[in-house]
């Protein structure tokens, strides 16, 4: 699936999209300021989670809650220097805890990812516009 879409249309295109998912552990893919974080903050919101979203750059990881007591991780792996290293903080045990796991800077521990996972591109055609592809 690809979609161009403005900002003011991300809560549309996670309902899109929220069905098209069939793998736990979703990676999202592009340079940075492309929205990754932005789109992860919607589909946390559609997912029921009422906690505040943000990126977890210097803490590797963040744990959300939604309504039923379930839990959601977000990853942002930017600065992350080995695969070693998300080995070391447990990596493995969430990739494959059945959970939402939601990856930024996915390429960065690439061998770890479970087969299934998906993956959502991103690119800035705009200011305020992105193109976004499921795969």
């Given at each position: 699936?690809?979609?161009?879409?403005?900002?003011?249309?991300?809560?549309?295109?996670?309902?899109?999209?929220?069905?098209?998912?069939?793998?736990?552990?979703i990676?999202?893919?592009?340079?940075?300021?492309?929205?990754?974080t932005?789109?992860?903050?919607?589909?946390?919101?559609?997912?029921?989670?009422?906690?505040?979203?943000?990126?977890?750059?210097?803490?590797?990881?963040?744990?959300?809650?939604?309504?039923?007591?379930?839990?959601?991780?977000?990853?942002?792996f930017?600065?992350?220097?080995?695969?070693?290293?998300?080995?070391d903080?447990g990596?493995?045990?969430?990739?494959?805890?059945?959970?939402?796991?939601l990856?930024?800077?996915?390429e960065?521990?690439?061998?770890?990812?479970?087969?299934?996972?998906?993956?959502?591109?991103?690119?800035?055609?705009?200011?305020?516009?992105?193109?976004?592809?499921?795969?």
């Amino acid at each position: 699936m690809t979609r161009s879409y403005a900002l003011g249309e991300i809560e549309t295109v996670v309902k899109e999209i929220l069905p098209l998912l069939k793998s736990s552990v979703i990676c999202f893919k592009g340079e940075m300021g492309a929205g990754k974080t932005t789109l992860i903050q919607s589909l946390c919101a559609a997912l029921s989670v009422e906690d505040v979203v943000s990126s977890p750059t210097f803490s590797l990881i963040n744990e959300y809650q939604n309504k039923a007591g379930k839990s959601i991780y977000h990853f942002d792996f930017y600065r992350i220097e080995s695969e070693e290293e998300a080995l070391d903080f447990g990596a493995e045990e969430y990739l494959y805890s059945g959970n939402f796991c939601l990856i930024e800077w996915a390429e960065n521990i690439a061998s770890l990812l479970p087969e299934d996972h998906q993956k959502i591109e991103l690119e800035k055609t705009g200011t305020l516009t992105r193109k976004l592809t499921l795969k």
